[in-house]
């Protein structure tokens, strides 16, 4: 008979947290090195506000983006932690294990 502990909640679970790192960096990458240096010449076609998309892009676009993405993931991965109860709950003083009674 087999005693070990049921792990494919482990496997699932990491699964869908490198799916999500996969994606979000592929964003990023599109954005920073897609925008801001391969497509630099036709997004700099376009002016908004008197500078050149792509210009905008390379400079504080990317920067922009990867803020957003570090958001995204946060948001994402509580949920996933959530939804597998691996969740970090915030204790209130005098209610940790082991503390005074």
């Known amino acids: 008979m087999d005693d070990a502990p049921d792990d494919n909640w482990r496997q699932e679970y990491w699964r869908r947290n490198l799916r999500l790192m996969a994606v979000l ?32 892009f390379a400079q504080q676009g990317s920067i922009i983006t990867f803020i957003a993405i570090i958001a995204i993931y946060v948001l994402r991965m509580d949920k996933l932690d959530a939804e597998f109860g691996v969740e970090e709950l915030e204790q209130t003083p005098g209610t940790a294990q082991g503390g005074a009674h």
């Open 25 to 56: 960096l592929t964003v990023w990458a599109l954005v920073s090195f897609g925008a801001g240096i391969l497509f630099v010449d036709p997004l700099n076609n376009i002016v908004i506000a008197g500078f050149p998309l792509g210009f905008w």
